[in-house]
């Protein structure tokens, strides 16, 4: 927000759980002490919140602030409100009409999406502009950073034991170095207390919650989030298995995509690139994809790329493309920022 200049237009007061009273963050203007973010009289008083504070605090909040007849506008990037018909979940380069009828309409509650969802759609949004999503598998590959600050570290954390271990006998036999590879990650001193398992030279095909119907909640939210930020009076189905990759902060999905029409690569490629200023395509060489198509590349940056854009060969409309997104931006602080500007205009 300092870096975009977000603070200029506003008289920002930032509120805390822990440490009311202390000073605030440096923007580059005087503002007041840390306020205590569980005051609701004081929070009244705002005609913006933004809170990246997650779900419990938003279920303790917002009820008590809106049944005081605040009609102030809430913004958050917690599930907790997300799919609630008061709430419009907001990605504006995707669905910014959606976000501007519902402001005229009434609404004072935008809340930010689930990150593999708001990548996906940041990537493949000119194919549903275009209506030309019959249906979506995607298979996806997501950084620690979704899991929260104390994943990262012990990803890191991981990556070191795994390193101690392997790192003295690395001039001998690989068969000894993979033995003491795997004896390190089974061994009850290997950091696992956030993840539950090895991440770091492993993977984990689940990330959230069990629904009833075999789905994780992670792997509902696609449909469910995707239909509700786009609007669709029908439907359209979205389905696959999310899956926890060794990464810091960047979510990577292999998409299939069954076409309405049988387009051809470069129509697919056309219409995803001109969707928004962020999304670009990776052409589908080996040298472009290991430059601009991985986590590493993409780390700190909102560029979404996606690449390997080619027909399956199951039959007519049958596409398959991979994309990458920081997870920390477009997956979570960037629609809302973005949106606090919105609801500042
Ligand atoms: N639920 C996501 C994950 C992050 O665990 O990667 C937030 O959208």
Redesign the pocket.
């Known amino acids: 927000m300092r870096k975009e200049g977000d603070f200029k237009g506003i008289d920002p007061v930032f509120f805390t759980t822990s440490q009311a009273g202390q000073a605030g963050p440096d923007i580059g203007k005087e503002i007041p002490v840390l306020q205590d973010g569980f005051d609701i009289d004081i929070l009244q008083g705002m005609d913006i919140v933004l809170t990246c504070q997650g779900s419990d605090y938003t279920k303790k909040v917002h009820p008590k602030l809106r049944d005081t007849g605040w009609k102030g506008v809430w913004i958050d990037?917690a599930?907790a409100l997300r799919m609630a018909d008061t709430s419009i979940i907001v990605l504006d380069p995707v669905n910014r009409q959606v976000i501007d009828k519902g402001f005229d309409a009434g609404i004072r509650d935008f809340i930010g999406?689930?990150?593999?969802?708001?990548l996906m759609l940041m990537a493949l949004g000119g194919l549903f502009d275009a209506g030309q999503v019959e249906w979506i598998t995607s298979m996806?590959y997501?950084?620690a950073?979704?899991?929260g600050a104390k994943n990262m570290k012990e990803l890191v954390s991981q990556m070191g034991a795994i390193n101690d271990a392997a790192q003295p006998i690395l001039d001998g036999p690989v068969a000894a170095v993979d033995t003491a590879v795997v004896e390190t990650m089974r061994g009850a001193a290997f950091p696992t207390d956030n993840f539950g398992a090895p991440l770091a030279g492993s993977l984990i095909p689940w990330?959230?919650v069990p629904m009833e119907n075999g789905q994780t909640?992670?792997e509902w939210?696609g449909v469910a989030e995707t239909n509700k930020i786009l609007e669709n009076e029908t439907p359209i189905p979205i389905d696959g298995t999310?899956v926890?990759i060794g990464t810091m902060r960047c979510?990577s999905q292999a998409i299939t995509v069954k076409l309405k029409d049988d387009l051809d690569v470069a129509e697919v490629e056309r219409l995803i690139a001109s969707a928004n200023d962020w999304v670009k395509v990776v052409p589908n060489t080996k040298e472009e994809t290991l430059k601009d198509l991985t986590p590493t590349a993409v780390t700190g940056t909102l560029t979404v790329p996606v690449g390997r854009i080619r027909k399956l060969n199951l039959g007519p409309g049958y596409i398959t493309l991979f994309t990458v997104g920081d997870?920390l931006l477009w997956?979570?602080a960037e629609p809302v920022r973005r949106m606090l500007n919105i609801a500042v205009e």
């Open positions: 990037a599930s999406g689930n990150c593999t969802v708001s996806t997501q950084a950073s979704g899991a990330i959230d909640r992670e939210k999310c926890r979510h997870q997956g979570a």
